[in-house]
């Protein structure tokens, strides 16, 4: 006889495809919808493990409340011009949420996030088909035996595929860290704490798995960048129709 | 993050299989519990390790993160992860995670014994 677990509530349920809600005007609504998630066991490149702590000394505050507010402010702890469209129920397990991020050289990224846990002291984001990285990332706060609240960001990725490795290897890798550090410091301040982030990254395999880069074929970098070019001529159409 | 503890037990089926008996709570604060019950299953010869989930009380991302590496180890040793004792709920996630494309999932040990017997 199956008893439902304790963990059922805070597991994504029936996903197989992502299908995002309404999102507002401004946002370049891309690569989505209709894509599936993709693990670390899917994606293209070496698998690393990123994790970000820091603490919380001085702020009243628990760790199920740093997480309320997490997820209701998310996108105000991102790096400046990266933008999380949360979606309109918040982040609860199964929600999905736009991304439109800044890469490189002036180009932007549409793509998503799928929800997969959450609970009252973390929640977890998994990356779909195109997105630069396979894998999840979970976002915590814990107390720690002094009773100070601990804040922490473990990403568990793998690049999607070649182009993304490459860029990767020529900077994108510590990009990543930047970008996450970032938000842990963000975060810290909203408390009234001036941040010190501790931060460790571990390649947990080297190798590069090969018989995924095909996964190239749905790379959101490219789709984006195909989108923009295309976007004066979408233009004149409109005009004349 | 609701964090239990996980008690493991490692049974030999052959000298190319041995199964990790979990029971508990499946979460990143059992990582040093799974690793020391993996390196005692994994003898000179094994190939097959294989996961009794039956006694699986629990689990959230982080547990999921940490069969991944603990995949990541096995495949470096040429070995193979397989699994039974899953409930539904344990075998969607498994799913929705793909974790079942490179684990994999068997309704009893009998058929994971088969599998892991397999040459």
Partial sequence: ?241 | MTEGSLITDVRELSSRASVIDLKGDVTASAERTLADAYTRASGRFTRTIVLNFSGLEYMNSGGIGMLVTLLVRANRQRQRLVAYGLNEHYRQIFELTRLDEAIGIYDSEAEAYAEADAP
């Avoid at chain 1, 549409?110 to 846990?117: A, D, K």
């Avoid at chain 1, 929640?123 to 999840?136: C, D, K, Q, S, V």
């Avoid at chain 1, 706060?141 to 009773?147: F, H």
């Avoid at chain 1, 395999?205 to 095909?214: K, M, P, T, V, Y």
């Fill in chain 1, 1 to 241: 006889m199956d008893s439902q677990p304790r963990d059922a509530a805070y597991w994504a349920k029936d996903v197989t495809t992502l299908k995002l809600g309404p999102v507002p005007a401004e946002a370049v609504n891309l690569n989505v919808t209709g894509r599936r998630v993709l693990g670390p066991v899917q994606g293209f490149g070496r698998m690393w493990q990123k994790t970000m702590r820091v603490e919380l000394p001085g702020a009243e505050v628990t760790p199920a409340e740093v997480i309320r507010t997490w997820k209701a402010e998310f996108q105000r702890f991102w790096p400046e011009r990266n933008w999380f469209y949360a979606p309109l129920t918040g982040i609860a397990p199964g929600e999905v949420a736009l991304l439109n991020l800044n890469l490189p050289g002036r180009m932007r990224l549409s793509t998503g996030v799928l929800v997969l846990y959450a609970d009252d002291e973390s929640f977890t984001l998994m990356t779909p088909e195109g997105h630069m990285l396979a894998g999840w990332i979970t976002f915590s706060a814990t107390a720690a035996d002094d009773g100070v609240t601990v804040v922490q960001i473990q990403a568990l990725e793998r690049t999607n595929d070649p182009l993304y490795e490459l860029g990767y290897v020529l900077g994108g890798n510590r990009l990543n860290t930047r970008f996450w550090v970032e938000t842990a410091e963000n975060l810290a301040r909203r408390f009234g704490v001036e941040p010190r982030v501790q931060s460790q990254v571990v390649c947990v395999d080297r190798r590069r798995q090969w018989r995924h880069a095909g996964n190239l074929s749905k790379n959101a970098a490219i789709r984006t960048f195909l989108w923009t070019l295309a976007t004066p001529v979408r233009r004149l159409r409109g005009r004349s129709g």
